[in-house]
């Protein structure tokens, strides 16, 4: 399994969906992720620590979840299957660990808030993930002429 975490979140030009982007930890790969409006604003509530006046949906879990004295461990997205990733959280609580399957969002959203790691595994990886596009890693390339040199100052 590998580390992923939380790069980017944007809406989709055109579209009401929004693009969840999740990086690998160690490494360069790229996990686009399609979600809707409610989830996305969930996300990005809680990658931005904002406590709300009153508990949604994925503060209720995680505020339920801490009263019982579990602890979400991890949550792994662990398959694609017909353009849908399957994810499970993985909590451990007085009776084990529990594992329970979700939507891969609410994972994030839930993961985001509780401090929790996310992975995703080297299947989904190979399936779904992309390399970021070369000519955006490289700022030179945007101060090149046509012949590959460097523009002069």
């Known amino acids: 399994m590998v580390r992923v975490q939380l790069l980017t979140l944007g809406r989709v030009q ?23 409006e409610f989830e996305a604003r969930a996300i990005e509530r809680a990658a931005r620590g904002v406590i709300p006046s009153r508990p949604g949906t994925h503060d209720l879990l995680t505020s339920v979840v801490q009263r019982l004295g579990g602890v979400l461990e991890r949550a792994i997205i662990h398959d694609l299957r017909d353009e849908t990733f399957f994810c499970q959280l993985e909590l451990q609580g007085g009776r084990g660990l529990l594992e329970v399957d979700c ?38 390339q945007e101060d090149s002429d046509a012949d590959g040199a460097p523009d002069p100052e």
């Not at 985001?112 to 970021?132: C, G």
């Not at 070369?134 to 030179?140: G, S």
Request: charged share 30%.
């Open 14 to 36: 055109g579209s009401d969906d929004y693009l969840l982007v999740l990086r690998e930890v160690d490494g360069e790969r790229l996990l686009p992720i399609t979600i809707g």
């Open 103 to 140: 939507r891969t969002s609410d994972a994030v959203a839930l993961a985001l808030r509780s401090d929790s790691p996310v992975y995703a595994t080297e299947d989904v990886l190979r399936k779904a993930a992309v390399l970021p596009r070369q000519e955006l890693a490289d700022p030179l």
